[in-house]
């Protein structure tokens, strides 16, 4: 008799301690993963639904949703359960690092570092975030970051990736981003291999299975992974200033592993035979991170729920974090009758695949941060709302031209002006200076007037210099305008070949300036001619 309750007394105990502990996961039983629509190209994207996925898989006490705040859904083979309204208070929401601040207003945040700050986002965007966020490191990607970090590393593979025996026939190489960690791109594949770009993972699976080498040029994309598990080796040129060692921390499937070299890999050209004597040895160090995604999600959420985490793990929290190399960005101030418009029709026809930028010709105030592309061109009427911290990384360029052959330039294009002598013009030119100055730029009047009072009327020296200060960091001239590109190429490490000015067509001959007009212009435009170099 004394035995039974002795039993019963522990029963009750065993249930108290159950109830009080599905009470604390209860308190937290909803998790969010903040992610963009799905995008089977984009790693970081794979890994925040890949991270859902594990999550509901092995713990049966949470809610689990993606909410994609491109408001898709967009159904995939990894995580399909999405959340958009109704969202509920009680919370822990998971965001990548390239989203400011909390847009769910959520109780509690979790920050996931998938690659460092300045690559896709702007380098102080942690200084969006709240001072009691959690931060996890997909990897530590160079050994100057600050040794305070919690690595919490997921790897995701897709099944189908695998060698299938090929005959091995033809190389292939990707770009995709290399010109954020690379200052110069020296191009070592050989010519006819096979671009990747955006293809699927079944395209995928076919080119890495018939090709021998993959010469990848952005040395932190998942493909490098991809291609060795179908047995082709990949090659990665060195980064200036990173060692093997240190590369090897970017991969995820080595932060728990400690070693000097990377088996199956090249990482130079001159490590090839190595990798390729080591080719089994890379493809099982990858999947044996496979069955250790489980117990790392496990214990990331006992971590993210256990309200003593930060005062256990102080050094987890954000404090500072360091980025390494110097990611140049760049915002070109467009002016009317400069050239501009050429410059940006050749940035178009090159950023297809090559450059991330954004222009932006809006004249009243910007709430969205750019700071994540690396080139912004916009107007001068609104270069006040990238004069601030956010964006003190940019070199702001801006191109300027001779007075006197902007003026014919913008007198011929202007059709209201075009059909009056140039010296009628001078003299009572469209707009007024004094009653439409830029600051008070809706004062203008009608489309027609201000369109005209911007590319004839108003002074270079108004669009690019204000309060006395000037707004660009470097100025170029229309004169010498393949210096501009030159200086693009060389700072975004691009290669802009073709370049076609567009030009207001009119007669030369009968545009040679008078000696009246000549005059008009230098007393017009006469701090034009004084600021930017010309001669009168």
């Given amino acids: 008799m004394f035995f039974i309750y002795i039993l019963i007394f522990f029963i009750i105990i065993l249930l108290l301690f159950i109830n009080k502990t599905e009470e604390h996961f209860d308190s937290k039983k909803t998790i969010i993963v903040y992610a963009p629509k799905f995008n089977e190209s984009s790693g970081g994207c794979i890994v925040l639904y890949y991270l859902a996925y594990l999550i509901k898989k092995n713990s049966t006490y949470y809610n689990v949703y993606i909410y994609d705040y491109s408001r898709t859904n967009l159904k995939n083979n990894i995580y399909n359960n999405f959340i958009n309204q109704d969202i509920p208070t009680n919370n822990i929401t998971i965001y990548p690092e390239i989203t400011s601040g909390n ?35 997909h990897s530590s990607f160079n050994s100057k970051i600050n040794n305070k970090i919690n690595p919490f590393s997921i790897t995701y593979i897709n099944p189908i990736f695998k060698d299938l025996g090929y005959k091995r026939t033809d190389n292939c190489f990707t770009i995709r981003k290399a010109h954020k960690f690379y200052k110069k791109i020296d191009l070592i594949h050989p010519k006819n291999s096979i671009e990747i770009t955006n293809e699927s993972h ?37 980064l200036d200033g990173v060692s093997e060692k240190e590369y090897i921390k970017s991969k995820s499937y080595c932060q728990y592993e400690t070693i000097n070299k990377l088996p199956g890999y090249a990482y130079g ?94 004249t009243g105030p910007i709430n969205k941060d750019y700071s994540n592309y690396d080139m ?31 003026c014919i330039s913008g007198w011929k294009y202007c059709k209201s002006l075009q059909n009056k002598s140039l010296i009628d013009v001078l003299n009572d030119p469209p707009g007024s200076l004094k009653k439409c100055p830029i600051k008070n730029i809706n004062n203008i009047g009608n489309g027609t007037i201000f369109h005209d009072w911007s590319h ?40 802009i070949k073709e370049l076609k000015l567009n030009k207001t067509k009119y007669n030369k001959k009968q545009t040679k300036l008078s000696d009246n007009e000549k005059k008009k212009i230098q007393v017009i435009f006469k701090n034009d001619f004084v600021n930017f170099g010309y001669k009168f």
């Fill in 103 to 137: 847009p769910l207003n959520s109780p509690k945040c979790v920050r996931y570092i998938l690659c460092e700050l300045g690559k896709h986002c702007s380098k102080d965007i942690y200084k969006t975030w709240g001072k009691e966020e959690l931060i996890f490191h």
């Fill in 202 to 238: 079944k395209q995928l699976l076919e080119i890495f299975n018939k090709c021998k080498y993959f010469y990848c040029y952005d040395p932190y994309t998942g493909l490098s992974n991809i291609a060795l598990l179908c047995g082709c080796i990949p090659i990665i040129p060195k």
């Fill in 269 to 362: 050209i001159e490590n090839l035979e190595y990798a390729k004597q080591t080719v089994k040895e890379g493809q099982q160090l990858i999947l044996s991170q496979l069955d250790r995604n489980v117990v790392l999600v496990k214990q990331f959420v006992k971590n993210i729920m256990n309200p003593n985490y930060r005062e256990n793990n102080e050094k987890y929290y954000f404090n500072k974090i360091e980025t390494f190399g110097n990611r140049k960005q760049i915002i070109f101030i467009k002016t009317p009758k400069t050239g501009g418009n050429s410059l940006v029709q050749s940035i178009i026809n090159y950023s297809k695949e090559n450059i991330n930028f954004k222009s932006i010709y809006l």
């Fill in 376 to 406: 912004i061109i916009c107007l001068s009427s609104n270069i006040n709302n990238f004069l601030n911290e956010n964006y003190n990384n940019f070199i702001k360029l801006a191109l300027v031209r001779n007075p006197y052959t902007k």
């Fill in 456 to 495: 004839f009327t108003l002074t270079q020296t108004e669009m690019l210099i204000k309060n006395n200060k000037k707004i660009y960091d470097k100025i170029f001239k229309y004169e010498n305008y393949t210096d501009i590109l030159d200086f693009i190429n060389k700072e975004l490490s691009i290669d």
